[in-house]
């Protein structure tokens, strides 16, 4: 069950403000595709979108990892995007880097189509050594190692529309 909110409604927000500064900074005189990993980033991605001033186009891609509480260790790109890449600024956006394999592989993907640029937004990313070398260019919040839904990440498609992150605690 749902152990304890890890991460409020308050502090979400209040983040994605600070986040869209930043990438309005960055990003200044240009204009960002965004690419969205469906399904989890959703939330995250038109929050922050929301609140940038910064001109933007959207698209979505969709892979496969996890299943239940734990990754597979397999990658699969379920649906690709619908737009070329080639010449853009292109940020990718993911709800919680864990091992940090999705976002290699989309790197590595995306990173062969000659975009002019190519980053990472994420909301969380887990305190690993495994996902410790990779780069996230606007980060929401370093979190533990535990399993957590709300906000976008769902166990099994539950819980996705829950407004803040929790801990879901498999002995409860
Ligand atoms: P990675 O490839 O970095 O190991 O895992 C990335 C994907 O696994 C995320 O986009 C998300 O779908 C899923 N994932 C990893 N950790 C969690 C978690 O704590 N909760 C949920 N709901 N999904 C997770």
Same mark, same amino acid.
């Given at each position: 069950m749902i152990d304890r909110t890890l991460i409020s409604e308050e502090r979400i927000a209040a983040r994605l403000d600070e986040l869209a500064r930043e990438i309005d900074t960055a990003y200044a005189g240009r204009e960002i595709l965004a690419v969205g990993v469906l399904k989890g980033s959703v939330f995250f991605l038109t929050d922050l979108l929301k609140r940038l001033s910064t001109p933007v186009a959207v698209d979505f891609l969709q892979v496969r990892s996890y299943a239940? &509480? !734990? !990754? &597979?260790g397999n990658f699969e790109l379920v649906r690709d995007l619908s737009s070329d890449i080639a010449g853009r600024d292109v940020l990718i956006f993911e709800d919680v880097v864990d091992t940090g394999l999705t976002l290699r592989k989309l790197l590595g993907l995306l990173g062969t189509r000659q975009p002019r640029s190519l980053k990472i937004a994420a909301l969380l990313k887990k305190d690993l050594p495994e996902n410790a070398d990779l780069p996230v260019d606007f980060l929401g919040f370093t979190i533990g190692p535990e399993f957590v839904v709300g906000y976008g990440l769902d166990l099994d498609e539950k819980y996705r529309n829950l407004p803040f992150v929790a801990i879901w605690d498999p002995t409860r």
């Open positions: 239940g &509480t !734990s !990754s &597979t």
